[in-house]
Nanobody, 123 residues
Framework: QVQLVESGGGLVQTGGSLRLSCAAS????????MGWFRQAPGKGREFVAG???????GYADSVKGRFTISRDNVKNIGYLQMNNLKPEDTAVYYC?????????????????WGQGTQVTVSS
C-alpha cells in the first residue's frame, strides 16, 4: 500500500510558477509509475503529466513546454514544476501512482491517489 500526499499548491498570477510535491509513504516509490492529474470545477479529471519507472515522461499537449515532472527516489517524492501558468491551469491537482512501471495516461490505470492540492491562477 502506498500513501500519497500532495503539497505546494496556492494562488499565483498569470505567468508565475509553482512546484507541486507528492510525498509517498508505505513503500518505496522507486520503479513505480507516477502521474499528475487535475480537475477544474465542473470538469472531469484530466491527465497532465506522467513518468514511467524507467524515467520516461509524457505530457498533455496543453502543458508541454511549461510543466516538468520529476522524482527523487531516495526521498520518495515526486514533483511537478509548473511555469508560465495560465488561468486555465486553475484546478485541483492530484498525484497518482501505480506499482507497474510503464507510462500511463488514463485515470483508471493508477492504483493510488493523493487528496489533491488547489492551484489557482489569477488573470
Amino acid at each position: 500500500q502506498v500513501q500519497l500526499v500532495e503539497s505546494g499548491g496556492g494562488l499565483v498570477q498569470t505567468g508565475g510558477s509553482l512546484r507541486l510535491s507528492c510525498a509517498a509513504s508505505g513503500r518505496t516509490f522507486s520503479g513505480y509509475a507516477m502521474g499528475w492529474f487535475r480537475q477544474a470545477p465542473g470538469k472531469g479529471r484530466e491527465f497532465v503529466a506522467g513518468m514511467a519507472g524507467s524515467g520516461s515522461t509524457g505530457y498533455a499537449d496543453s502543458v508541454k513546454g511549461r510543466f516538468t515532472i520529476s522524482r527523487d527516489n531516495v526521498k520518495n517524492i515526486g514533483y511537478l514544476q509548473m511555469n508560465n501558468l495560465k488561468p486555465e491551469d486553475t484546478a485541483v491537482y492530484y498525484c497518482a501512482a501505480r506499482s507497474r512501471g510503464n507510462l500511463y495516461y488514463t485515470r483508471g490505470a493508477y492504483d493510488y491517489w493523493g487528496q489533491g492540492t488547489q492551484v489557482t491562477v489569477s488573470s
